[in-house]
């Protein structure tokens, strides 16, 4: 059997390719009075050779990105890509950070979106909960909040309620009836959108929009 089918078969079954076999045999091989199987190849194409032997291997594929959640956050829907395993007990949650507040606000967000819901109308609140909301919604929900004790007329109020897809009075915060009464005397044409939030607090409020938007309709 002649040499260079010999070298084909041996790199063959190596599964390699035979330009590769004769390299490392004219590197590696000791001396000997017969012609070296490497002497067949012509100097172009062992430079070529060791250049793509010299190229270093591709990059591993990236890990697949985990998140751990807390028990009520491995009830939500998990982003492309992303394994969802159960945080430790006292393990930070990834997705809320542990805090009830975002994963009452996280909630609220993925029942807006399950309907196509954007524009939420909070009556009533103190400063300091409405910036919260604020930052808790940011980007995703549209919210408008009426100041409790400030200044508004019936058209405003009217118009508050044509925009809003879900209008929440927060009846347990620094809200005077006049406002409210605005808001709730007009429930039989805006019953659909209409929700009262008897508790104080971010999460009271955001859990309360969640289970108004997702009852059934009617």
């Given at each position: 059997?002649?040499?260079?089918?010999?070298?084909?078969?041996?790199?063959?079954?190596?599964?390699?390719?035979?330009?590769?076999?004769?390299?490392?045999?004219?590197e590696n091989a000791p001396a000997a009075d017969a012609r070296h199987p490497a002497d067949f190849l012509p100097a172009e194409i062992a430079e070529r050779a060791q250049q793509a032997l010299g190229r270093p291997p591709p990059p591993a594929p990236a890990p697949e990105p985990v998140e751990r959640r807390c028990a009520e956050c491995m009830r939500l829907p998990a982003k492309a890509g992303v394994r969802v395993t159960p945080a430790d007990a006292d393990a930070v949650c990834d997705m809320c950070g542990s805090s009830a507040n975002k994963r009452a606000a996280l909630a609220m967000i993925?029942?807006?979106?399950?309907?196509?819901?954007?524009?939420?109308?909070?009556?009533?609140?103190?400063?300091?909960?409405?910036?919260?909301?604020?930052?808790?919604?940011?980007?995703?929900?549209?919210?408008?909040?009426?100041?409790?004790?400030?200044?508004?007329?019936?058209?405003?109020?009217?118009?508050?309620?044509?925009?809003?897809d879900v209008v929440a009075v927060w009846s347990s915060t620094i809200l005077s009836h006049k406002v409210s009464k605005l808001y709730t005397d007009q429930r039989a044409?805006?019953?659909?959108?209409?929700?009262?939030v008897p508790r104080r607090g971010v999460a009271a409020l955001c859990l309360a929009v969640t289970e108004k938007v997702s009852a059934p309709a009617g």
């Open positions: 059997m002649p040499r260079s089918v010999r070298v084909r078969n041996l790199a063959k079954s190596l599964n390699i390719s035979d330009t590769e076999l004769l390299v490392w045999l004219a993925g029942a807006f979106r399950a309907r196509g819901l954007r524009r939420l109308l909070v009556v009533g609140g103190g400063p300091g909960t409405a910036e919260d909301l604020r930052q808790l919604l940011s980007g995703e929900v549209d919210i408008r909040i009426v100041d409790g004790e400030g200044h508004r007329n019936a058209a405003k109020a009217d118009a508050d309620l044509r925009w809003a044409l805006f019953r659909d959108k209409l929700v009262t």
